[in-house]
């Protein structure tokens, strides 16, 4: 790896510029997920540094989701978390707008029933026809949610798995003359079930972070309701607050 050397003369800290330089020679490729940094040790010695210089250079990188330290293995290269903001917008769109190769895989899709809950959250009648689709959305190859949404049948004409496998389901509601225009939604997070851990071939005792969301058209009526799974490590959510 060919790295830029230290400014000793800068009033940047030595620690804060070879954070820098590993955190780009990870966004380059040059550091692939589960390569290991080298040792603190050999690190201080090739760089001429002091151990604690190195060490918090280090923690920078663990502190911005990076590497992780692993026992037995030293500090390991991870594969970056999807930071999403809190938007009315797709998964697909966010992972191709960040540059991440977002592909699908459809688990199920059918027609069924609409139950009590699913009548209410669509607002239609109770056994009115809603289209259910459960999909694995994978990042560059790597599983990363599991999402059941739920539409008024007829809602999506001519769809077919192979559309829900293209690309993402607003751009697919978009192509339906659905204009799009508020969501109300509820994070939250959980263990994962076996069936959820094995799908995104995680650990059984993985969390993942839940989220939940009914998407309304300009008319204000209810077009879709999600209920979707996001493995953790993999993902975070990032909101804007703001003081009223």
């Known amino acids: ?77 991870v594969v970056p978390r999807i930071l999403r903001s809190v938007a009315l917008t797709s998964l697909y769109d966010d992972l191709s707008a960040n540059r991440r190769h977002p592909s699908t895989t459809v688990l199920a899709a059918s027609e069924i029933e609409a139950d009590d809950e699913l009548a209410s959250v669509l607002a239609l009648p109770v056994g009115a026809m809603v289209l259910s689709v459960e999909r694995l959305r994978l990042a560059d190859g790597t599983p990363l949610a ?19 496998e293209r690309t993402g389901l607003y751009e697919l509601l978009r192509s ?15 263990r994962a079930t076996a069936r959820e851990a094995k799908l995104l071939q995680a650990p059984r ?25 996001y493995l953790a490590d993999r993902y975070s959510f990032k909101m804007t607050l703001i003081a009223h």
Do not use: C, W
């Not at 151990?51 to 990188?61: E, F, G, H, K, S």
């Not at 599991?146 to 829900?164: Q, T, V, W, Y």
């Not at 993942?208 to 300009?218: G, I, K, N």
């Open 1 to 77: 790896m060919t790295e830029r050397p230290l400014d000793r003369n800068s009033p940047i800290p030595l620690y804060f510029q070879i954070a820098e330089n590993l955190k780009r020679a990870i966004e380059d490729g040059m550091l692939k997920p589960g390569e290991r940094l080298d040792n603190e040790l050999d690190l201080t010695e090739r760089l001429g540094v002091s151990r604690p210089t190195v060490r918090q250079a280090v923690q920078r990188l663990v502190e911005q989701g990076l590497v992780v330290r692993r026992r037995g293995l030293g500090t390991v290269v």
């Open 146 to 164: 599991i999402m059941r949404n739920h539409l008024p049948a007829g809602l999506l004409k001519g769809r077919s798995e192979d559309a829900f």
């Open 176 to 190: 339906q003359g659905v204009e799009l225009h508020a969501g109300q939604q509820i994070i939250g997070a959980r």
């Open 205 to 229: 005792t993985a969390t993942v972070l839940t989220m939940t969301r009914t998407t309304f058209d300009s008319a204000g009526r209810p077009v879709e309701h999600g209920s979707h799974a």
